[in-house]
């Protein structure tokens, strides 16, 4: 036998319950201020890092401007970011240390010395030099044809 209407009572019975609840869990939280430390470094987080090779393809006893772009979340430039550069492979760059201009451009010579390919890394000197991230990109080399 069944009582008509008992099931809808007890249905509503538990969404009042569960509302209550919620009500008097959610009415306890209350959100404090944050008292957030000074950023020294740039955020890898909110870091558009560029890094280009021009050209990508050269010669042995050639040259290649590696171009630095450096913009925030917001695509806007932002100058004075300190950047370590280095270079791996047949090759070497005429600086380890640059600084983006009011552009947020910095950039440096690669000197293309034997054949192969060659690798150029670059990452953002900030508090945390092991934290944050290397970007690349890479060169061929080939011999000049005689």
Do not use: W
């Not at 990508?56 to 970011?81: H, K, W, Y």
């Not at 370590?84 to 090759?91: E, Y």
């Amino acid at each position: 036998m069944q009582i008509r209407g008992f099931g809808q009572q007890r249905g509503r019975s538990a969404v009042v319950g569960l509302a209550m609840g919620l009500t008097a869990l959610l009415g306890g939280c209350k959100q404090d201020s944050v008292n957030a430390p000074q950023v020294t470094g740039p955020s890898e987080l909110a870091l558009a890092f560029l890094l280009t090779a021009d050209p990508d393809i050269t010669l042995v006893g050639s040259t290649s401007a590696i171009g630095i772009n450096i913009r925030d979340r917001n695509g806007e430039p932002i100058p004075g970011v300190r950047v370590f550069v280095q270079a791996d492979g047949p090759g070497h760059l005429d600086r380890s240390f640059i600084v983006t201009n009011g552009n947020g451009v910095a950039g440096v010579t690669f000197f293309a010395d034997g054949p192969g390919e060659a690798f150029v890394f670059a990452k953002p000197i900030g508090t945390d030099f092991e934290g944050s991230i290397y970007r690349s990109v890479s060169i061929a080399i080939g011999e000049p044809i005689s």
